[in-house]
């Protein structure tokens, strides 16, 4: 019974952590502060990287806790997350990248505000 225990309480741990980043990013998304939002760093606004960054922690914390990774072998750890690691990287600059020239070249012809 102390197994089951352990496994509750840890499972509701988990949930007030993905909870915290979760409200974290929607008061984020509700108040967008005017630095955040109106910068540009590597591509996009300040804002869009803390919510990409806060994706890849709450995706870590499903992985981590959900699909039992903490209790797997390291090799196999690594042969999940060391891809991830190389393509989210890799999508999320080709994504900024090509968003942007689209946004280049579409910008004389579309009006942006609604």
């Known amino acids: 019974m102390g197994q089951h225990e352990s496994n509750t309480k840890l499972i509701w741990k988990v949930f007030g952590f993905l909870s915290i980043v979760t409200i974290i990013e929607v008061i984020l ?27 890849i922690v709450k995706a870590w914390g499903i992985m981590w806790y959900f699909m039992h990774l903490n209790h797997e072998r390291k090799n196999f750890v690594g042969s999940i997350i060391i891809p991830l690691v190389i393509l989210i990287p890799y999508l999320v600059t080709l994504l900024l990248i090509e968003g942007n020239y689209l946004h280049e070249t579409l910008a004389p012809y579309v009006n942006w505000k609604y």
């Not at 998304?29 to 994706?55: E, Q």
């Open 29 to 55: 998304g509700i108040i967008k502060p005017h630095w955040m939002h109106y910068s540009n760093f590597f591509g996009t606004s300040i804002l869009n990287w803390v919510f990409i960054i806060l994706t």
